[in-house]
T-cell receptor, first 112, second 110 residues
Framework: GAGVSQSPSNKVTEKGKDVELRCDPI?????LYWYRQSLGQGLEFLIY????????KSGLPSDRFSAERTGGSVSTLTIQRTQQEDSAVYLC??????????FGSGTRLTVV | KQEVTQIPAALSVPEGENLVLNCSFT??????LQWFRQDPGKGLTSLLL?????REQTSGRLNASLDKSSGRSTLYIAASQPGDSATYLC?????????FGTGTRLQVFP
């Protein structure tokens, strides 16, 4: 596609439920990144994919967070047993060769 | 560990002024530096990308410079307009990911 697409754009979920956030990167971009932006905070790195492998998962805040990427394309970020502190905007970015990032519009997650 | 700092945190100016936003980073071994704009409730829009071998990039009224030796980048906005109001983020890329600064929130009033 023309840009990075994220879905859903907004998600409200009850505390304790699992959620899946989806990212469709720009076709041909090998690198894919997930970031989190909490209210009034900067962007926090979560995980990075090169192809289907994730050489850097250092930013995942807990074992409730996981991500996968299939076919070197679509990526899913899963949060299990959501907590209120998980409320944030989750942003995905892709890059052709690890430079020149294009971000999606994000998924705004609200845990109530 | 790379740390990125942006000064000032907030800026409010009248329309027409020329502006300078500052970004500093602690690890000079970066591959590139990218400036983004974020409007309230929106994602990030890329403004300028400066690769490590470059010293500056220009796009319209925007000019960004990079001095790796001093660990600094500057975003210059000429003849500011109310539509420039947004948060401006710089991000340094080294190793394998972008490290973001906390941003400069800019308000340009008519």
């Amino acid at each position: 596609g023309a840009g990075v697409s994220q879905s859903p754009s907004n998600k409200v979920t009850e505390k304790g439920k699992d959620v899946e956030l989806r990212c469709d990167p720009i076709s041909g971009h090998t690198a894919l990144y997930w970031y989190r932006q909490s209210l009034g905070q900067g962007l926090e790195f979560l995980i990075y994919f090169q192809g289907n492998s994730a050489p850097d998962k250092s930013g995942l805040p807990s074992d409730r967070f996981s991500a996968e990427r299939t076919g070197g394309s679509v990526s899913t970020l899963t949060i299990q047993r959501t907590q209120q502190e998980d409320s944030a905007v989750y942003l995905c970015a892709s890059s052709p060769q690890s430079y020149g990032y294009t971000f999606g519009s994000g998924t705004r997650l609200t845990v109530v | 560990k790379q740390e990125v700092t942006q000064i000032p945190a907030a800026l409010s100016v009248p329309e027409g002024e020329n502006l300078v936003l500052n970004c500093s980073f602690t690890d000079s071994a970066i591959y590139n530096l990218q400036w983004f704009r974020q409007d309230p409730g929106k994602g990030l829009t890329s403004l300028l990308l400066i690769q490590s071998s470059q010293r500056e990039q220009t796009s319209g009224r925007l000019n960004a410079s990079l001095d790796k030796s001093s660990g600094r980048s500057t975003l210059y906005i000429a003849a500011s307009q109310p539509g420039d109001s947004a948060t401006y983020l710089c991000a340094a890329y080294n190793t394998d990911k972008l490290i973001f600064g906390t941003g400069t929130r800019l308000q340009v009033f008519p």
